[in-house]
């Protein structure tokens, strides 16, 4: 059910019916007493037209109320202040929400998903949580809806580093363990890459037989990938990342259609050579001293860069894997880079006009000190770190609540409230800012949190489970007249509304806030409402609700990439 886009449909009508082009701008009531949704198009339709906005507000309403699609709707509809519509939702009409059913899009599309994407030199660190997590949420939602998703892990696999670390792994004897904590090795090889002469010209030497498909050097390389990319892997699983060996499609995927790229940009005579290097120049691009900054596609010296391999990705994902959208998960410092390779892509023909390129940047994680999140030392934070120390902070205060829980459910608990915790911290935000990393804030059971979710959550399998019915022979079709159990079952009804404002706009935290508001509206009902003690009939309709409540946030949650419990 999309009461949104219902509502939005027939106020448009009734606009365009009285000669009026305007946006209805429907929104979930902003207090109680304002009916369900309002409609706050009113005012600006009124003032195009140069008409008193409280009579069009009544004109609308009734020609609302003469359509039998609408009157069934809803059980009043009233104009408010200056113009706004508040209307109130049918008990009849909501009831059906209740089954939470997640309704398939009418028009699927195959979305190309580009997330993740660590440089396989090092290992995950910090810098890599948003763009995974955010990128699995959106994700989860599309499939959900019934698009076919398409995961491209980009990682960075091919860059001129690669030489210098596998000298490095030779230098070694070639012994895995080296590559256990990849982050030092790094650091060793860099050492040597720049303390020894010798060491340096064989890295050089080391990327050019890499480059050129020499054997050897490949099968070192494909070794030192797989045991990179096996350190990624225990992240996702961790983190319950969707991704799979399947879905990489790296920088090296494309070596050979990078030579084709230039000859495509030739053909289409957007090549222009400049000091050397080949370049295209964009008149949008022009600085403040009005002088075009050229997209770089191949060096002086022949090599290519991260420009052109996107520029192969493009077209790749609109050729082979016939996208119909492309959505890029990654850092808001890429924001130039992307609006260039968009840009290029679009005059070289590489993607048709038809097909969304969207770039979904977001913003740093920041340290309480509001610089970017390292260590006490200064450090970069490996990924790995964090989601322990997630878990042990989880833990402390499951054991402080209860003191006496046996080692294999306080492992359990901590593991999903730590993991949620960091994730929910992080999806909740609005993602194109900077966000501050807290472990407090993100840990507590007050506020827009995973572990308030998560016990409310707990706290209706609790009512459930006392109640001793069977909860999937509940009825869920009764919807009382009375606040606050009205307030709760008209929730549930939005979240198809939701589901598809995240998939539109790859805004994970729209989602957050909707299950955080249904997670306030049962405290409410909870609290206000007795379910156990009260007659049978209200009984199992307030059951039914709460169970429904909690399949919402069981659904919800898990296109977050969140866990639930059954007992908290
Ligand atoms: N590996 C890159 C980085 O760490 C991110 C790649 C993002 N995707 C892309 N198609 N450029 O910055």
Same mark, same amino acid.
């Given at each position: 059910m999309h009461i949104k886009a219902l509502l939005t449909q027939h106020i448009e009508a009734v606009f365009a019916e009285l000669g009026l082009q305007s946006p209805?701008?429907?929104?979930?009531?902003?207090?109680?007493?304002?009916?369900?949704?309002?409609?706050?198009?009113?005012?600006?339709?009124?003032?195009?037209?140069?008409?008193?906005?409280?009579?069009?507000?009544?004109?609308?309403?009734?020609?609302?109320?003469?359509?039998?699609?609408?009157?069934?709707?809803?059980?009043?509809?009233?104009?408010?202040?200056?113009?706004?519509?508040?209307?109130?939702?049918?008990?009849?009409?909501?009831?059906?929400?209740?089954?939470?059913?997640?309704?398939?899009?009418?028009?699927?599309?195959t979305v190309v998903v580009d997330y993740s994407a660590p440089n396989l030199a090092k290992e995950m660190h910090v810098?890599?949580?948003?763009?995974?997590?955010?990128?699995?949420?959106?994700?989860r939602v599309l499939e959900a809806l019934g698009h076919r998703v398409i995961r491209q892990n980009h990682v960075g696999d091919w860059g001129t580093q690669f030489g210098m670390l596998l000298t490095y792994l030779e230098d070694s004897g070639n012994e895995s363990d080296e590559l256990s904590d990849l982050e030092n090795f790094y650091r060793a090889s860099k050492q040597r890459f720049d303390d020894d002469d010798d060491f340096r010209d064989r890295s050089r030497r080391a990327v050019v037989a890499l480059q050129s498909g020499d054997a050897n050097a490949l099968a070192q390389w494909q070794r030192f990938i797989d045991i990179s990319m096996s350190h990624c892997a225990h992240i996702y699983d961790r983190l319950g990342i969707t991704l799979s060996d399947d879905d990489i499609m790296g920088e090296s995927a494309y070596n050979d259609d990078l030579a084709g790229v230039i000859e495509a940009l030739a053909a289409a005579g957007l090549l222009q050579r400049s000091e050397g290097a080949d370049c295209v120049f964009l008149d949008q691009f022009k600085n403040k001293e009005g002088l075009i900054q050229p997209v770089i596609v191949r060096k002086s010296d022949g090599g290519y860069l991260y420009a052109t391999t996107d520029l192969a990705a493009v077209s790749h994902r609109?050729?082979?894997?016939?996208?119909?959208?492309?959505?890029?998960?990654?850092?808001?410092?890429?924001?130039?880079?992307?609006?260039?390779?968009?840009?290029?892509?679009?005059?070289?023909?590489?993607?048709?006009?038809?097909?969304?390129?969207?770039?979904?940047?977001?913003?740093?994680?920041?340290?309480?000190?509001?610089?970017?999140? $390292?260590?006490?030392?200064? !450090?970069?934070?490996? *990924?790995?770190? %964090?989601?322990?120390?997630?878990?042990?902070? &989880?833990?402390?205060?499951?054991?402080? $609540?209860?003191?006496?829980? !046996?080692?294999?459910? *306080?492992?359990? %608990?901590?593991?999903?409230?730590?993991?949620? &915790?960091?994730?929910y911290s992080d999806l909740s935000k609005n993602r194109t800012s900077d966000y501050v990393f807290d472990w407090d804030q993100m840990l507590s059971f007050d506020g827009n949190t995973a572990p308030y979710l998560q016990y409310a959550y707990s706290r209706i399998q609790s009512v459930l489970r006392k109640s001793e019915v069977d909860p999937t022979l509940l009825p869920s079709n009764a919807i009382a007249e009375d606040q606050p159990e009205r307030r709760l079952a008209v929730c549930i009804a939005g979240f198809n509304d939701v589901l598809q404002q995240v998939a539109e706009e790859g805004y994970p935290h729209h989602l957050c806030a909707y299950l955080y508001d249904l997670a306030t509206r049962f405290t409410a009902f909870y609290e206000q409402c007795p379910i156990l003690v009260s007659d049978d009939a209200q009984r199992t309709r307030r059951l039914s609700l709460a169970n429904s409540a909690g399949i919402t946030l069981q659904k919800g949650l898990d296109l977050l990439g969140i866990d639930v419990v059954d007992h908290m």
């Open positions: 209805a701008l429907i929104q979930a009531a902003s207090r109680p007493e304002f009916g369900d949704y309002q409609a706050n198009g009113v005012m600006a339709a009124a003032k195009r037209a140069g008409i008193n906005p409280r009579d069009l507000a009544a004109n609308v309403i009734t020609k609302l109320n003469s359509n039998a699609n609408f009157s069934a709707m809803v059980s009043a509809t009233d104009v408010a202040g200056p113009g706004f519509i508040n209307i109130t939702l049918a008990a009849s009409f909501v009831a059906p929400a209740l089954t939470v059913a997640i309704n398939p899009t009418p028009a699927p599309q810098g890599h949580l948003r763009t995974t997590i955010i990128g699995d949420s959106v994700v609109a050729r082979r894997l016939e996208a119909n959208r492309a959505l890029y998960f990654v850092d808001a410092r890429q924001s130039l880079h992307f609006k260039q390779i968009f840009a290029v892509a679009r005059a070289a023909g590489f993607a048709p006009e038809t097909m969304q390129l969207e770039h979904m940047p977001f913003g740093t994680m920041l340290g309480k000190d509001g610089k970017p999140f $390292k260590t006490r030392q200064g !450090g970069i934070i490996k *990924l790995a770190d %964090l989601l322990d120390e997630a878990e042990r902070r &989880a833990a402390a205060l499951v054991r402080e $609540k209860n003191p006496d829980i !046996g080692l294999e459910q *306080l492992n359990q %608990l901590a593991k999903v409230i730590g993991l949620g &915790a960091v994730k």
